[in-house]
């Protein structure tokens, strides 16, 4: 990722719609207020490069020009549009995810297995808090060797258990975080 | 958690079943011939392991997966057991044993050194990976504080309106090229349509007017209602701000999970959600939280810091100085943030890696860029006009502010929170965010200061009035006739504009007062620098604005006499913003000097510390006047966490025998004897209490330390043994001496555990007082202490006995809700699965008298020959 924003980074630098020099000038007798927004380098970012047309005759232009203010400002549109599409289609998808595991799974489970499916995988979560089960894991964790499938399985089963168990301490026993 | 599980007794039951089930007779026969051979080898074996280099036990770790022949089996009994030296969730490392771990690895590493090249490059790689880990660190949560910082600026504005040209910028970015060029359509360039111009098509009046404030509370119950989802579903940690459990587990606690890849993801996230949903929340304390768990994360790459839980909090640390280095853009700010309010064990190490770290963050959210200003925060201002010493007394009265509100903030907020932890009222978070955003975003709307994102209020409450600003505290009369010459005088009369600017100021500050303690505490993911800032710079504008007034008008009064002649630029209201802005931040959070610096960073003037240190250290003392404990600490205290405050002072006269267990009226101490039990006892011994874990002596009779063993270990121990080696029944015995007891020839194979048990256990006579006591277990971060008396153990002290004995001397003060270790089943239940009262046949029964102090006198010389044995702290225990 970090990688890909600096790849943007130097792309963006090119673009010259990302480089602009903003000067705000004040009224001035009777001239209204005016903001000029130019495409100049930073050395150029002055109002005598910046202000143009001039509103004031040539011995005003100093006077003029002491009041307004320049600033030179960058950004990387690239950056931007690669942030916000990247976090936007993960944001999508960990929807996707929560909509297929609140709704989708629970009603595609019920129509395959049953009730009695769910109630013995709750008394899994049950059985695995005793001591020893707790010394069988640590152990099996390092020592078996599943193929991928299984292991992707377990992972999630895991993973599953484990925010269901953060769950309950956060929002049921309200033990942390509250 | 866990352990509260452990004593479901039903399936403790079944735990035996499962293990004399899988041990037959036939084992029974094979493993007495290997106990033959065992022990004649045993000796020789351990001596050549003693005498090579240390590092011998670490080579054979990934041997003994078959255990065919002797030799192997001998292998793997001294090979490290997988999991030995790991915590339980929500448990307390021991420091000084992880600490010995790593000197122990250290050791290993640097002796295998000259051994090969492969093994000198992987010396080169342990020395480096403290640097690497750190710089990961940095980097990584430098790229996610700017793919914040975007996406929430660009999901704030979506509340009002839709970029047409590119759907992915801003407000700000959209018109980045526009050609509006009078001050009038500043703001309106063609390509930004707000919603009511996109659904309506008409951009004035009532209709377009209610358009928006109909979209404006859509999109923010929307964002909210996602992320509170998101945190349910996927990472319940995630929400909060993170700071009191960091500062936990930087203090030696383990909470599975808080800093893992979900929970940082989901962070990340619905941060984004939960800032542009309008609460009154920050992202400056979750950016500490999400800084943290990359340094988790990365911390598993070096097995240095992954198996390491004490040198895994030192990442930590650095980590958090980083989050704070982005949040605020002071790296300075963010080390000394870490080591004033976050950090337990700070050595100079950490400090040079976590200023590192914070220099890394700093530096790619700089080449980032997020806001266009090629600053780190949007709240930067510079400042050039001095101040005058008169100016002390309201930069002083806004610290009285800052601490009255931080302890009217604390005291609401957790009285709040309390009322949802108790009561059922805590059972709809979706709900209570839903609402909370609701009455924000209603109640927002209409008041532009509360309209606009917090970041920017602030941004516009530092900003001092130059000619250029066009906001409404800058509406003084003189600007508006333009041909005036003298523009830039900025001490001017007010006029109507800044009064109705005072107005919406003043209902804006009720507004954020009242929202961000409801707010605080939600189950989504909220920070509380950014609302307490906001309600210090409001203050503090309004001040400042008074008192430039003052100025004006009575410029003749000998105050303003001689410093502030008409015309001259003496007031600067944003200032007064700042100020009441770390006041106020102060008086929340009683940080003090890494705050003064955090906002000497923000403005880049060193001028203006004494005025910023004047009110921050006065609203210490007003907050700490009201009660000592900041927010973190009030949080931690709130949900019970075991933190050992440094910063509390001991001074009562209790003695260690008063505070330890077990109690007069308790059952006696649960020990194991060094090698008169069998499995089948030890096991008992285990099902039937929750100690986390045991004393060990030499027998019944003597009752002489000889170390510890912790539960976690044991049984993971013995189901090691059950697993891998052949012969182990139920009744076969257990030692942790050196050589094996000499045990009738048709007994089962004995387990030998030595390499599980603690030699070096910490010790104290039961006359110690508590105030040393209390000192060494915050100095060195002990898990616990034991309680010996002519070197018999009479009972052990835990970090929690501390805890909770600290708590009886406080509860003079205030009864805070029962914490979790109070939930905790201490002492056992007397009753087994079988409703039976229990035995404790196995226990050693200490006498009464050794609990009141009564010594037995000479015990007689049991001490066999313990001495001559190498003490080694944990030997062999790699993990």
């Known amino acids: 990722m970090i990688k890909s924003i600096i790849v943007d980074n130097t792309h963006v630098m090119a673009n010259s719609e990302d480089v602009r020099c903003k000067c705000i000038c004040p009224p001035y007798r009777g001239i209204e207020g005016h903001i000029y927004k130019q495409n100049v380098s930073l050395k150029d970012c002055n109002c005598l490069h910046v202000v143009e047309p001039m509103p004031v005759d040539g011995k005003d232009v100093e006077a003029y020009c002491l009041r307004c203010e320049c600033k030179y400002e960058e950004r990387s549109s690239g950056t931007i549009k690669f942030t916000i599409i990247m976090y936007l289609s993960i944001l999508g998808l960990l929807l996707l995810y929560m909509v297929y595991l609140t709704l989708l799974e629970p009603m595609l489970k019920r129509r395959l297995f049953g009730h009695s499916q769910l109630i013995q995988s709750d008394d899994d979560v049950v059985g695995d808090q005793q001591p020893f089960a707790n010394a069988h894991n640590v152990l099996s964790r390092s020592h078996s060797r599943p193929n991928m499938l299984n292991k992707v399985e377990h992972a999630q089963q895991r993973w599953r258990r484990q925010v269901q168990e953060q769950r309950k301490s956060v929002f049921d026993r309200h033990v942390v975080l509250s | 958690m866990e352990s509260e599980q452990l004593y479901h007794r039903g399936y403790c039951r079944n735990s035996y079943n499962s293990i004399a089930s899988a041990s037959s007779d036939e084992e029974l026969l094979d493993g007495a011939g290997v106990i033959m051979d065992f022990h004649t080898t045993e000796d020789d074996n351990l001596l050549d392991g003693d005498a090579a280099s240390p590092g011998s036990n670490y ?95 660009w999901m704030n504005d979506l509340k009002e309106g839709v970029c047409l040209s590119a759907m992915w910028f801003n407000h700000e970015q959209c018109c980045w090229t526009s050609n509006e060029t009078t001050f009038a359509e500043r703001d309106k360039c063609p390509q930004w349509k707000s919603w009511a111009e996109l659904i309506l098509g008409q951009a004035e009046g009532p209709g377009s007017y209610i358009m928006n404030y109909f979209m404006y509370i859509y999109w923010a119950l929307s964002f909210a209602f996602l992320a509170v989802c998101l945190v349910k579903v996927f990472a319940p940690y995630a929400c909060g701000s993170g700071i009191p459990e960091i500062k936990t587990i930087l203090s030696g606690f383990i909470i599975r999970g808080y800093l893992g890849k979900w929970t940082l993801m989901i962070k990340t996230i619905t941060l984004v959600l939960a800032v542009a949903s ?50 605020f853009g002071a790296p300075i700010g963010g080390v000394l943030f870490s080591l004033e309010e976050v950090s337990y064990y700070f050595p100079l190490k950490t400090l040079w890696r976590s200023f590192f770290a914070a220099l890394v963050a700093a530096f790619v959210l700089r080449s980032i860029n997020p806001f266009g200003n090629s600053r780190l925060v949007l709240f930067y201002v510079e400042y050039h006009t001095p101040w005058y010493l008169f100016e002390l007394i309201p930069f002083i009265l806004l610290g009285v502010f800052g601490g009255l509100w931080g302890a009217f903030f604390i005291r609401a907020n957790i009285a709040w929170c309390r009322r949802r932890k108790s009561t059922r009222f805590g059972k709809y978070p979706v709900l209570e965010v839903i609402l909370v955003a609701a009455i924000t975003a209603v109640v927002a709307f209409p008041n532009p200061y509360t309209r606009q994102n917090t970041s920017e209020l602030i941004k516009e409450l530092f900003t001092d009035c130059g000619p250029l600003e066009t906001s409404q505290l800058c509406k003084y009369r003189s600007q508006m006739n333009g041909s005036k010459a003298f523009t830039d005088d900025p001490n001017q009369p007010a006029e109507p504009g800044v009064y109705s600017a005072m107005w919406q100021l003043c209902l804006a ?43 004006y008008y009575h410029h003749d009064w000998f105050l303003f006499k001689e410093w502030c002649e008409v015309g001259a630029d003496c007031i600067t209201p944003g200032l007064y913003a700042m100020v009441g802005a770390a006041a106020c931040l102060g008086g929340v959070t009683r940080m003090t000097v890494s705050l003064v610096v955090i906002v000497f960073e923000l403005t880049g003037g060193l001028e203006y510390i004494v005025p910023l240190m004047a009110a921050v250290m006065t609203s210490k003392w007003v907050g700490d006047a009201f009660g000592r404990e900041g927010i973190y600490e009030a949080h931690i205290r709130l949900n019970g966490y075991p933190f050992l405050d440094a910063k509390e002072e001991f001074t009562h006269t209790t003695l260690a025998r008063e505070v330890m267990r077990p109690r007069r009226n308790d059952p006696p101490l649960a020990v194991l004897t060094q090698d008169d039990l069998t499995v089948e006892e030890l096991q008992s011994v285990i099902n039937e209490t929750s100690y986390n874990g045991f004393p060990v002596i030499v027998s019944k009779e003597s009752q002489r330390l000889v170390g510890f063993a912790l539960r976690r270990d044991i049984t993971i121990a013995i189901e090691n043994a059950r697993r891998k080696q052949e012969g182990i029944l139920l009744n076969s ?29 910490f010790t104290v006579t039961d006359h110690t007082p508590m105030e040393i006591v209390v000192d060494i277990f915050r100095k060195l971060g002990l898990r616990q202490c ?8 009479l009972g052990i002290i835990t970090k929690k006995n501390i805890l909770e004995h600290l708590e009886e001397l406080k509860q003079h003060t205030e009864p805070l809700a029962t914490s979790w270790y109070y939930h905790k089943k201490r002492h056992p239940p007397s009753h087994g699965a079988n409703g039976k009262p229990r035995s404790r046949v196995h226990h050693v029964q200490l006498i009464r008298s050794f609990q009141d102090g009564w010594g037995r006198g000479g015990e007689g010389s049991d001490e066999e020959d313990e001495e001559e044995e190498v003490v080694c702290l944990l030997n062999g225990s790699n993990l």
């Open chain 2, 733 to 761: 015995r257990v030692y942790f001496t050196q050589h094996a007891p000499s045990l009738p020839a048709d007994s089962p194979r004995p387990l030998k555990l030595r390499s599980i048990l603690d030699m070096s256990p």
């Open chain 2, 509 to 551: 500050l009720i507004f954020k007062i009242i929202m961000t303690i409801f707010t605080f505490g939600l189950k989504v993911p909220s920070g509380l620098f950014i609302p307490s800032m906001a309600i210090g710079a409001i203050a503090g504008r309004i001040v400042g604005i008074a008192v430039e007034q003052l100025a």
């Open chain 2, 59 to 153: 080579a054979m770790s990934n041997g003994g997966g078959a255990a065919s022949s002797t030799t192997h089996l001998l292998d793997f009994l001294e090979e490290p057991i997988p999991g030995v030296g790991t915590y339980d969730d929500f448990h307390t490392i021991d420091w000084v044993r992880e600490k010995c771990k790593d000197r122990e690895r250290h050791r290993k590493v640097n002796s295998k050194k000259k051994e090969s090249a492969w093994e000198f490059t992987k010396s080169l790689y342990d020395a480096w990976s403290g640097w690497l880990v750190v710089t990961l660190t940095g980097l990584a949560s430098g790229a996610l504080a700017g793919l914040i910082d975007i996406a929430a600026d």
């Open chain 2, 786 to 793: 034991l309680v010996t008396h002519n070197g018999i153990v």
């Open chain 2, 278 to 327: 309008g609460l009154s929340l920050g992202k400056e304390g979750p950016l500490v939280h999400v800084a943290c768990c990359c340094g988790n994360i990365f911390s598993y790459l070096f097995p240095k810091y992954s198996k390491n839980e004490a040198k895994k909090r030192e990442v930590l640390s650095a980590a958090s100085a980083a989050g704070v280095s982005v949040a």
